[in-house]
């Protein structure tokens, strides 16, 4: 059973083919760039690693101390930080003790 004839032409691509390679293209454009980035990511990262150490801290720091030190401003003697226990109880009616 023959039927004869050639057979259909095949379908005109060349349209989808153009879209895919133009799609290509952007996608090795953006390939690219995120390469560019991770270059320069690794690049930083590598001098940062390589980088000296800091400079070992001073002898005199030898001992924990506060950076900085708390003046009351009218008798310009140090003041402990913090409030203690004693000047937060209160009363049951919820008054500050002045102890």
Same mark, same amino acid.
């Given at each position: 059973?023959?039927?004869?004839?050639? @057979? =259909? !032409?095949?379908?005109?691509?060349?349209?989808a083919l153009a879209l895919q390679k133009k799609q290509?293209?952007?996608?090795?454009?953006?390939?690219?760039?995120q390469m560019k980035v991770q270059?320069?990511?690794?690049?930083?990262?590598?001098?940062i690693a390589n980088a @000296? =150490? !800091?400079p070992a801290p001073n002898k005199t720091a030898s001992t924990f101390a506060p950076a900085l030190e708390i003046v009351?401003?009218?008798t310009?003697?140090?003041?402990k930080a913090g409030i203690g226990k004693k000047k937060l109880k209160a009363s049951s009616l919820g008054i500050?003790?002045?102890v």
């Open positions: 059973m023959c039927f004869g004839g050639s @057979p =259909p !032409p095949p379908p005109d691509n060349s349209k290509m293209e952007q996608q090795q454009a953006q390939f690219d760039q270059e320069a990511k690794y690049q930083e990262q590598k001098a @000296p =150490p !800091p009351d401003p009218v310009n003697a140090p003041m500050p003790s002045s």
